[in-house]
């Protein structure tokens, strides 16, 4: 992620277990002290935060391992982006980009996220995962 001279940036690690997920959700709500952005905004940003962390606790670290869920805010004038990457095995994605597995893993998480953002991307090389979304501010 770049930053520009308005662009404020937060980043955060979690440890992967899924109460520390709200850790992100209070961090987005400060960042969005910063540059008020709308509720429902807020809201949309906040449920796609939390199905992108909730897939790399799910599907990353299976079996009990630990690890990192790494988090990188940015906000600026016209958009908040989110980037969720962790360390787990990694998924097989298509000649797009797009996970093939996606329904069978049992989650709807991913179509969530593309139904609350403006751009998703996804990226996957078998030594992790990072998930990057965009929301329009204005």
């Not at 930053?3 to 992967?16: D, K, N, R």
């Not at 400060?30 to 799910?58: F, H, W």
């Not at 996606?102 to 998703?120: F, H, K, P, Q, S």
């Given at each position: ?19 520390y ?35 790399s ?21 016209s ?60």
């Amino acid at each position: 992620m770049s930053a520009g001279p308005e662009t404020h940036l937060v980043s955060l690690s979690i440890p992967a277990k899924p109460e520390y997920i709200a850790l992100g959700r209070l961090t987005l709500a400060g960042l969005a002290q910063v540059r008020p952005v709308d509720a429902d905004t807020l809201a949309d940003v906040k449920l796609a935060l939390t199905e992108a962390c909730s897939n790399s606790i799910r599907h990353a670290y299976r079996e009990g391992r630990s690890g990192l869920v790494d988090i990188v805010f940015e906000l600026n004038g016209s958009r908040v982006a989110v980037e969720v990457t962790d360390g787990g095995s990694g998924f097989d994605v298509d000649a797009t980009g797009e996970p093939t597995d996606e329904l069978d893993e049992g989650g709807l998480g991913l179509a969530i996220i593309r139904a609350v953002t403006d751009e998703l991307a996804i990226e996957s090389d078998g030594a992790g995962s990072r998930l990057r979304f965009v929301k329009y501010l204005e």
